[in-house]
């Protein structure tokens, strides 16, 4: 039986990185050098999904200027297949991005009135609730307004669809575009529609202050979620099916950013699922060992996106070389 596609729903973004001048160069009091690459949580997910080897379509309203056809060829090039997506007479969403010491990225926004959260209602109506194993979503397409409601709402239509595909979330707090506390006050309503939930140690800092990583995944089971993950950095990940606590180490990597290690992640996981037939509905067949090894495949391929420069992540070759020069780390249940 063919594999059936992933479907992601989101944003793309241009993140332009500061770069600072050539070694020996006089640094320009009137000038910034800015270096431009194709970014966007959804969209990096949709490239690393892509990349893995698993059919991808990426649902996106898509700008007609300059960075939006920057996205177009990133996206085609990686093999995703943009047929359900909108071409917008908006601008795209632009992010300024700089790093610190440790690789650790920090943005400032330009994405008043852009594209991507511009959805309405009958755009979103085109996408097909079947035919498709996930339908992936969440970053800021999913709480910008005025397009985050019509986004929740194909999210509960999806939900009660019969034989309906998995839903996958990923909230990716951006407070300075956004306050955490009205993620905070739709988060329920996404668990109750999601069957993985995958966010990242700064999320669980944003959106529940202070309490710890195994009492916030019995909040979001208790509000209807199966599997959440929770990413933590050079801590490796913890996961939780259905209270079951799974945790996986870090794989060592000699680090450059951590730019779309998140979404790559993310990328890693719902790939290992499908490729071993899990996805689609409730996560009814998921078991903790079928668990631990995808976090396990997946923190494989966030290491390996750290490993280079921006949000670039493996190609499966890339993956299966790395896989081969590294020992394995076993996750702990």
Do not use: K
Request: aromatic content about 4%; some cysteine; overall charge negative.
């Amino acid at each position: 039986m063919p594999v059936q596609p992933i479907t992601v729903l989101g944003e793309c973004v241009a993140d332009a990185f500061v770069q600072p001048p050539a070694p020996g160069a006089p640094a320009a009091p009137d000038e910034l050098t800015l270096r431009v690459h194709a970014g966007g949580g959804p969209a990096n997910t949709a490239v690393g999904l892509s990349r893995l080897g698993s059919p991808t379509r990426f649902v996106a309203r898509l700008s007609e200027d300059t960075f939006g056809r920057l996205f177009r060829s990133r996206l085609t090039a990686s093999g995703v297949d943009l047929s359900l997506s909108v071409r917008a007479a908006e601008p795209s969403t632009l992010a300024v991005a700089e790093l610190d010491p440790d690789g650790r990225a920090s943005y400032s926004f330009h994405a008043e009135r852009t594209a991507d959260w511009q959805w309405r209602p009958e755009e979103l109506a085109a996408v097909p609730l079947t035919g498709t194993a996930c339908v992936h979503t969440g970053s800021l397409a999913l709480i910008r307004e005025p397009g985050g409601r019509a986004v929740e709402d194909l999210l509960d239509r999806i939900h009660r669809a019969p034989d309906r595909p998995t839903v996958s979330i990923d909230p990716n707090v951006r407070p300075l575009l956004v306050d955490p506390a009205r993620y905070r006050e739709r988060l329920d309503r996404w668990c109750a529609a999601a069957d993985l939930l995958r966010l990242s140690a700064d999320d669980l800092g944003l959106l529940l202050p202070g309490v710890p990583p195994e009492e916030a995944c019995d909040r979001w089971h208790a509000a209807g979620v199966r599997l959440v993950v929770i990413t933590l950095g050079a801590d490796g990940a913890l996961a939780s099916l259905d209270g079951t606590r799974i945790t996986v180490p870090a794989v060592p990597v000699r680090l450059v950013d951590t730019v779309g290690a998140g979404d790559a992640f993310t990328a890693g996981l719902l790939h290992r699922l499908s490729s071993r037939g899990l996805l689609g509905g409730a996560l009814d067949e998921l078991t903790e060992g079928d668990t631990a090894d995808a976090c396990a495949y997946a923190a494989g391929v966030a290491a390996l996106t750290c490993a280079v420069p921006g949000a670039n992540p493996p190609w499966a070759d890339q993956l299966d070389q790395a896989r081969a020069d590294v020992p394995a780390h076993p996750p702990t249940p």
